[in-house]
């Protein structure tokens, strides 16, 4: 399907991709499912229907959905190593979004962007604003989830720039607090391993080397690994693991840092 991609994509730029515009009723909504279907599907399965909206935009015209695919698109480009070809078609879904006027968009293909492939072929620091500004827009048309999502990210991004601790906790703890009042718990879930981590760092925890304190809702580090594995959290499991990882190695715990690992 990435091989049918390619070809299809040979030798066209934005100007040709846009010059015809869906408007067949049922392919409208055929690609609306399959973004929707995309997002919310495991990811081993969610490649081959961003593929499948990339193709349909080429064989039948853009629309709202295509920004999403060229987005997803080039995170498998970024994943394979393709980082040239990743950069241009990201580039690609930003220009498509900005022309079909998709804002509603505009959160989600962020979140794809900068935390994948922006990441690895931008300054960290340039990211920093566009995450931020994806965060204010998903809010405005409702889209918090999403919102939610680049709120983790930026705080991610923010400590690995080296922002100061006391700045970023302090950043957690009001978007933490947005995060609650859009009932979106479960997604910033992803971020409390990292608050533990700066609380670590900071001088706030019994054990530093290891990711237990406030932060973590359970009692301690392995109930909260045991729940994300009992709900098959993939992504929460490799965000643990990081950050015990990570402070293990700061605090000279090589042993089980390398366990993490």
Known sequence: EIFKTKLLLMGKDVDIIMSKVMDDKQMLAVMDLLETTCIYCPYYFSHFLALRIVQLSISHGVSVNTAYGFAYYSCILCHLGDLCNASKYAKFALDIMQRMQAREKYCRIHSL?????FLKTNRMHSCLDPVLEAQHEG???GDTSYATLCAVIYCNLAFRCKKKLAWVKKVLIDLKK????????????LALPLEQAILNLMGHADKPSILDGDAIPVENIDSYMANAKRNKADRLMCVIYYWQMLVAYMFDDIELAIKMA
């Not at 962007?113 to 492939?117: A, S």
């Not at 947005?178 to 879930?189: F, H, L």
Request: aromatic share 20%.
């Open 113 to 117: 962007l900068y935390f994948n492939v």
């Open 139 to 141: 809010l405005k048309v």
């Open 178 to 189: 947005e995060a609650k009042v859009y009932k979106q718990e479960s997604v910033w879930n």
